[in-house]
Each structure stands twice: as C-alpha cells, then as structure tokens.
T-cell receptor, first 114, second 116 residues
Framework: AQTVTQSQPEMSVQEAETVTLSCTYDTSESNYYLFWYKQPPSRQMILVIRQEAYKQQNATENRFSVNFQKAAKSFSLKISDSQLGDTAMYFCAFILYNNNDMRFGAGTRLTVKP | ETGVTQTPRHLVMGMTNKKSLKCEQHLGHNAMYWYKQSAKKPLELMFVYNFKEQTENNSVPSRFSPECPNSSHLFLHLHTLQPEDSALYLC???????????????FGPGTRLLVL
C-alpha cells in the first residue's frame, strides 16, 4: 500500500524568507504522480504544484519548487520569498498512474509571520 | 474556486436525521470523489465515481450512501450518523483516472458536518 508521510506538523517562516516542507512516500511502483496542495484557513484546497515521476526535472511554479528524489522517495516543497498569503495547511499527495486512489499526508501547517 | 461547488457549507444533524450533501463540478470532468477530512489526520478517500460508475469504496460504513446521477453531480446521503462522523467532507473531480495530464484533482470548499 502507498503511504505519504509529512514529518513536520507545524512550521513558521518570516515574510520574504524561504522555507522547505518535507514529504516522503512509500511505493513499489515506478509510474506515479506527486502533488502539493494548499488549504488556506477556511478556504478551498488548491493545487500548488505537480510532478510526474518519470520526469527527472524538478517542477517549478513561480515561487514554488520541488526537490524530487525518486530513489529516496522524497518530494519536498520549497517556497521562496514567503508571503502572508502562503499561510495554510500544505498537503503532499501521491497517486499511481491509471488509478483513482490519491493518498495524502497528514499535512504541515505553515505560518508566515510579518 | 468555483469549478467545484458543495452545498451546504455547514450542517448540524442529530444521530437519527437523514441529510444529503451535494457536489457539482463545472469543469467537464469524468471522475468525482468524496473525501473525509478529520483534524490531524490525512484525507481519507471514501468513494470514487468514474463516468457515473462507482469504482472505489474504501470500506465506508453503510450509513454513508453515495449517488452519482451524472458526471457533474455527486451526492452523499447520510443517515443514523455517529458523533465521530463529524468532519469536513470534501468533494473533488478530475478529468479521468491517473492518466497523464488527467489525474489532477480539483476540490470543492467542503461541507463542515457536526453530528450531535
């Protein structure tokens, strides 16, 4: 069974600084996708970034980038130039190719301080 | 944030009540999902529908009954719930299964359910 682990329940960062959220996963499969979702307080969960396992290049979306280490089964999220609006719960998620069952980590609560 | 809508946003019900949660997606997707989100726990996948056919049922108690009349609408019928069923219930949709470019799930705002 696939599992996703986020070892940091809570983190904080000063505005404009950089923070990295950790995620590890466990699978014996080789074709899958990884995601980071953001859930602001009392607001909708939205996709931050996605990564295909077959791609070696790390995905980037503006201030958000990932460090995907397939052999280590690690998928960390780096947020550069943190903004107050980045305050949210961040969930790492995993889904096998051609499958509907997305697995989520328990989440990391990130607080950006002014 | 309006691609997937859910109603009601908040619901309080007694253990003997019957209620329904509604989800509607305006994205032209073919797969829809129900998740349960409890405090300090990972999201739990409850049900999956692909092209209106249920493809996943993750050992969910029968007091939760899903219905998918078409690809745009998904319901979760609730009856004789327990207090431990109190949680945020999220609906999501995706273009299709985990095929390249079609696997990303888009979430609704959720229904906050409290069972007394």
């Amino acid at each position: 069974a696939q599992t996703v682990t986020q070892s940091q329940p809570e983190m904080s960062v000063q505005e404009a600084e950089t923070v990295t959220l950790s995620c590890t996963y466990d699978t014996s499969e080789s074709n899958y996708y990884l995601f980071w979702y953001k859930q602001p307080p009392s607001r909708q969960m939205i996709l931050v970034i996605r990564q295909e396992a077959y791609k070696q290049q790390n995905a980037t979306e503006n201030r958000f980038s990932v460090n995907f280490q397939k052999a280590a089964k690690s998928f960390s999220l780096k947020i550069s130039d943190s903004q107050l609006g980045d305050t949210a719960m961040y969930f790492c998620a995993f889904i096998l190719y051609n499958n509907n069952d997305m697995r989520f980590g328990a989440g990391t609560r990130l607080t950006v301080k002014p | 944030e309006t691609g997937v809508t859910q109603t009601p946003r908040h619901l309080v019900m007694g253990m003997t009540n019957k209620k329904s949660l509604k989800c509607e997606q305006h994205l032209g997707h073919n797969a829809m999902y129900w998740y349960k989100q409890s405090a300090k726990k990972p999201l739990e996948l409850m049900f999956v529908y692909n092209f209106k056919e249920q493809t996943e049922n993750n050992s969910v108690p029968s007091r939760f009954s899903p219905e998918c009349p078409n690809s745009s609408h998904l319901f979760l019928h609730l009856h004789t719930l327990q207090p431990e069923d109190s949680a945020l219930y999220l609906c999501a949709s995706s273009q299709d299964r985990g095929l390249a470019g079609q696997e990303t799930q888009y979430f609704g705002p959720g229904t906050r359910l409290l069972v007394l």
